[in-house]
T-cell receptor, first 111, second 114 residues
Framework: GENVEQHPSTLSVQEGDSAVIKCTYS??????FPWYKQELGKGPQLIID?????GEKKDQRIAVTLNKTAKHFSLHITETQPEDSAVYFC??????????FGAGTTVTVRA | SQTIHQWPATLVQPVGSPLSLECTVE??????LYWYRQAAGRGLQLLFY??????ISSEVPQNLSASRPQDRQFILSSKKLLLSDSGFYLC?????????????FGPGTRLTVL
């Protein structure tokens, strides 16, 4: 089955700096890559996703890039704010209903 | 727009007691439905998923079972809870047609087994 590895496990950034989280996947048939943000005590929220026919997608301060050849994708958060502090999960799917999740990255934005 | 509900929000149960967690989705028809468990500080473990009424796929053999009595209702059950069943239980849905892999999560149920 699909194996998704996520790095780093924790990330501390100064407010206003950028944060980057990287994920690698093993199944070359995977074609959908979402990112979720989970705040303490809440369910994960889909923040951005990308399909394999696109190399980059941007939504305000967040962006996702995909390198199909290398089988890795990354989340970029620019101009970080305290409300960006949360656990972020990447995932991959080959469009068979199921998502394979990374282990998560705890992001702390220091004021 | 679509909305997903879970209840209860929190639950404290003794070991050996039964369990029933409910999830309902509004604003869509024939969704795919999922149950996940998240242990403290850990990732998401898929427990069950359903692509239609009465169709349940189990991902992990365990003390739990799932049922889908109606199109937009998904229930997670146990006859006898174990200490290891403690965790944060999340229900999710995805469109039955189109982007079936795009999952949206509910608010979760925090279960503590004592």
């Amino acid at each position: 089955g699909e194996n998704v590895e996520q790095h780093p496990s924790t990330l501390s950034v100064q407010e206003g700096d950028s944060a980057v989280i990287k994920c690698t996947y093993s199944d070359s048939a995977s074609n959908y890559f979402p990112w979720y943000k989970q705040e303490l005590g809440k369910g994960p929220q889909l923040i951005i996703d990308i399909r394999s026919n696109v190399g980059e997608k941007k939504d305000q301060r967040i962006a996702v890039t995909l390198n199909k050849t290398a089988k890795h994708f990354s989340l970029h958060i620019t101009e970080t704010q305290p409300e960006d502090s949360a656990v972020y999960f990447c995932a991959a799917s080959r469009n068979d209903y199921k998502l394979s999740f990374g282990a998560g990255t705890t992001v702390t934005v220091r004021a | 727009s679509q909305t997903i509900h879970q209840w209860p929000a929190t639950l404290v149960q003794p070991v050996g007691s039964p369990l029933s967690l409910e999830c309902t989705v509004e604003g869509t028809s024939n969704p795919n439905l999922y149950w996940y468990r998240q242990a403290a500080g850990r990732g998401l473990q898929l427990l069950f998923y359903s692509v239609g009424i009465g169709q349940i796929s189990s991902e992990v053999p365990q003390n739990l079972s799932a049922s889908r009595p109606q199109d937009r209702q998904f229930i997670l059950s146990s006859k006898k809870l174990l200490l290891s069943d403690s965790g944060f239980y999340l229900c999710a849905w995805s469109p039955g047609q189109g982007n079936a892999d795009t999952q949206y999560f509910g608010p979760g149920t925090r279960l503590t087994v004592l």
